[in-house]
């Protein structure tokens, strides 16, 4: 079952720009020019967490998750 950990703890500056570290970078094959999705989860008004997310691994889960339901309505 997959799990959640801290990485890396990184810092926000004035003009809210972070820098992810190489390494994080190098682990989950981030080049230059990649589009990331920031996502969140909320309970309340407040957000809990925010993950970042690959646009093409955001496409391939979406997809995952809803093509079954989408052929299973089209018939």
Request: aromatic residues 2%.
């Amino acid at each position: 079952m997959p799990c959640c950990q801290v990485e890396s703890v990184v810092s926000v500056d004035e003009r809210g720009q972070m820098v992810l570290p190489k390494e994080i970078r190098e682990k989950a094959n981030i080049k230059a020019g990649d589009k990331l999705a920031l996502v969140r989860w909320n309970k309340t008004n407040d957000i809990d967490f925010i993950a970042l997310v690959k646009i093409e691994d955001l496409n391939k889960m979406v997809q995952q998750m809803l093509g079954p339901a989408l052929k299973e309505i089209s018939g």
